[in-house]
């Protein structure tokens, strides 16, 4: 079932600037409409038809109508009706307004337009039915989500474009392009909707001059009175673009004299959060001269969709949380990528994008590199004594234990260091650790400082003050892509590593110039980019692609300053587990990270200066770093604890 809601929140300045102000004579018919209203029939006949509809909830209210849901008893079909009171359209001018929008809307049959099926009348309302689309409006998603990233400002857009060019192609002017005229079916389609001003094409000397749409996405030809022409609708395209990225439209003031000044100047600022490719096609959407701004044909050649992912769909989740894209998804934009590199070579761009349906066989090829990558094969056993030789370089193993006298309650620090101490011992092998004890004693001696610190910490309402992150090394942007290769991550000192189906690793460090490649636990195999041995080039392809992949399309995962320090140990990923709740991550160091999806918060456990530190990242992704014997000593948060708890239950489930 397909929903449209005709009326959406907007921000500032943003009421069309083309409606009607009652005058205070009209005041108390207005009031008299709210009575009406409020006492409308629930049941509603077609005299023509004979049909009854069943009148529902208000979907919105627009300067002529309200919107409610209405349904058909004969058939329980679900519109959105549009209800307009004879009263509001009483005079000539006024009436031919909506019998123009009637007569325009219903030619119009596209899936990325509002569809519209019936009108009818009696003798207190117009009644028009409309497509009902459950989702809302995209101003509706906005003001839960703030802002949508790059892969689903591409999806929306395409989509608009297609409906716009249609429009163009009808020679219609919608005149009317913002958030709140988007609308959302249940599978996620975007539709284009509200037709109230749209109008039609006019030869350039007669073109319409009367200013008429929302402030905040009038083009200076516009406010000029120089006509409308469908360079107005991609000036407006610009300014939705540039609103779904930063969640403000670009010449947004506290004064509409000054947003006018701003528009008509064409001023604006492109914050630098803003990817190259996007900053490129607003400035070209926004140019001050119409003929400047790209044709709707140009637009989707543009290297912001040519060069980024665009999913083919959308998840429900995106009209309240931000999507986690994975390549794991059917990305195409990736195998024409990898396609190429790995088996075309310099093949034609435009020759690759119009065979993009026929690349089947060439996918395939690139699940084959799974088998290539499998000439590597990790040993099976490590000996205890190696075992041995790697825990005893973790930065825990060389904490003292304080001596304690007799009588005396060891400290928290004591408590903390007993318990990291402990924590070195033997463990047991399991094939479910990578296939490799010594990562499962990693796995092992970090469990054991958290389950340590959990049994000895007492209940808290507040998160004991932290001393600073310092140099911590976290994961910042993640992509499961084990069905096929393996698990890819950036560090937020931007290096990247991919950790094989196979058990090996390979990272390539922030230079980009340089390869660092594990076969086994601490044994590592340094090359150049530019000289990469044979053997490993299958590998060095995809995890390029990974780096490339995340760069693109991926969001860091909070406030933590990124930073590279060459004095830090390289971290590479050990092991790695997803369950329905979180994703934990597991290092060679003893760094364990668990990343929760519900509310994107995030644990990382690490060593600095020879004592383990807790970094707690919030919903708000504002990071709170403190020592794990301050946890000890002044406990922490139910909600943090409860964290902890099902950190620790992932670790422990990953070597039992």
Same mark, same amino acid.
């Given at each position: ?43 509603? #006949? ?11 909830? =208000? ?11 209405? #349904? ?5 079909? =679900? ?30 049959h ?20 409309? +497509?009902? $689309? ?9 003001? #839960? ?9 591409r999806?929306y ?26 609308? =959302?079916?249940?599978s ?6 509200? %037709?109230?001003?749209?109008?039609k ?5 007669s ?22 022409? $469908?360079?107005?609708?991609i ?9 779904? &990225? ?7 003031t ?10 008509? +100047? ?21 140019a ?33 949380s931000?999507p ?11 195998f ?5 590199a ?21 996918? +395939? ?38 001596? @304690? ?12 260091? &007993?318990?990291?101490r402990?924590?070195?011992g033997? $463990? ?5 650790c ?7 004693? @990693?796995?092992?001696?970090? *469990?054991?400082v ?36 393996? %698990? ?30 594990? *076969? ?5 195999? @340094? ?11 299958a ?22 300053v ?23 991550? &597991? ?5 364990f ?12 456990? $690490? ?7 807790? #970094?707690?990242?919030? +919903? ?8 794990l ?17 099902y950190?620790?239950n ?7």
């Amino acid at each position: 079932m397909e929903i449209l809601m005709n009326i959406a929140p907007q921000p500032a300045n943003s009421n069309r600037v083309c409606e009607p102000t009652p005058r205070s004579s009209e005041l108390h018919t207005k009031r008299t409409e709210d009575n009406v209203s409020a006492e409308m029939a629930r049941i509603i #006949t077609d005299s023509a038809t004979g049909k009854c509809y069943c009148r529902g909830k =208000v979907l919105g209210k627009g300067g002529f109508a309200k919107c409610y849901e209405m #349904t058909d008893l004969s058939t329980s079909k =679900v519109y959105a009706a549009k209800i307009i009171p004879h009263t509001r359209v009483s005079k000539p001018h006024q009436r031919e307004k909506i019998d123009r929008e009637i007569e325009l809307h219903r030619m119009l049959h596209h899936k990325h337009i509002v569809h519209f099926y019936h009108h009818f009348e009696d003798k207190d309302n117009i009644y028009i039915l409309l +497509e009902y $689309c459950s989702r809302r409006s995209l101003a509706h998603i906005l003001k #839960t989500r703030k802002v949508l990233t790059e892969p689903e400002v591409r999806y929306y857009l395409r989509q608009i474009v297609s409906g716009l060019k249609y429009l163009h192609e009808q020679e219609i002017l919608h005149r009317d392009l913002k958030l709140g005229n988007f609308f =959302v079916s249940e599978s996620m389609e975007l539709k284009v909707g509200d %037709f109230g001003l749209a109008a039609k094409l006019e030869p350039v000397g007669s073109r319409r001059k009367t200013i008429c749409g929302t402030p905040n996405y009038l083009s200076p030809e516009v406010l000029n009175k120089e006509g409308h022409g $469908c360079e107005s609708d991609i000036w407006a395209l610009g300014c939705v673009m540039y609103t779904m &990225l930063l969640g403000r439209p670009p010449f947004e003031t506290t004064n509409l004299k000054e947003t006018y000044r701003c528009i008509r +100047e064409a001023r604006y600022s492109l914050p630098s959060s803003l990817s190259l490719q996007a900053k490129q096609l607003i400035g070209s959407l926004l140019a001050k001269t119409p003929e400047d701004r790209p044709h709707l044909d140009h637009i989707l050649r543009h290297e912001f969709f040519t060069q980024g992912f665009v999913p083919e769909r959308l998840p429900a989740s995106c009209c309240h949380s931000a999507p986690e894209f994975h390549i794991s998804s059917p990305a195409k934009s990736f195998f024409k990528k990898a396609a190429a590199a790995l088996f075309g070579g310099k093949r034609d761009k435009v020759k690759y994008y119009e065979t993009l349906n026929k690349l089947t066989k060439e996918e +395939e090829e690139i699940y084959k590199l799974r088998n290539d990558l499998k000439k590597t094969v990790i040993s099976q056993q490590q000996n205890k004594q190696q075992a041995e030789d790697t825990l005893s370089a973790l930065p825990s193993a060389g904490i003292p234990v304080a001596p @304690v006298t007799e009588g005396q309650a060891p400290t928290a620090r004591d408590t903390i260091r &007993l318990i990291v101490r402990g924590s070195l011992g033997s $463990c047991s092998s399991s094939s479910e650790c990578l296939e490799d004890n010594s990562t499962c004693c @990693v796995a092992e001696s970090v *469990a054991s400082v958290f389950r340590g610190c959990l049994e000895n910490m007492p209940q808290a309402d507040d998160i004991p003050q932290g001393p600073g992150c310092g140099t911590l090394q976290w994961v910042t942007k993640w992509v499961d892509y084990s069905n096929k290769y393996g %698990f890819g991550y950036q560090l937020s000192d931007h290096t990247v590593g991919v950790l094989f189906n196979n058990g090996t690793h390979m990272s390539l460090l922030p230079d980009r110039k340089t390869i660092h490649y594990y *076969a086994e636990l601490g044994q590592c195999s @340094v090359f150049p980019t530019t000289e990469v041995p044979e053997h490993f080039v299958a590998q060095v392809t995809v995890l390029k692609y990974f780096a490339h992949y995340m760069e693109e399309n991926l969001m860091d995962g909070g406030d933590l300053v990124s930073m590279s320090d060459t004095h830090l140990p390289r971290l590479y990923l050990l092991q790695w587990l997803k369950s329905d709740r979180a994703l934990m991550m &597991l290092f060679n160091d003893g760094t364990f990270q668990v990343n929760f999806y519900h509310d994107h918060t995030k644990i990382i456990l $690490c060593t600095q200066r020879d004592e383990y530190m807790l #970094t707690y990242i919030n +919903e708000d992704r504002v990071s709170t770093t403190f020592r794990l014997s301050a946890l000890l000593a002044s406990g922490c948060p139910s909600d943090l604890r409860q964290r902890m708890e099902y950190s620790l239950n992932m670790l422990t489930q990953r070597c039992n």
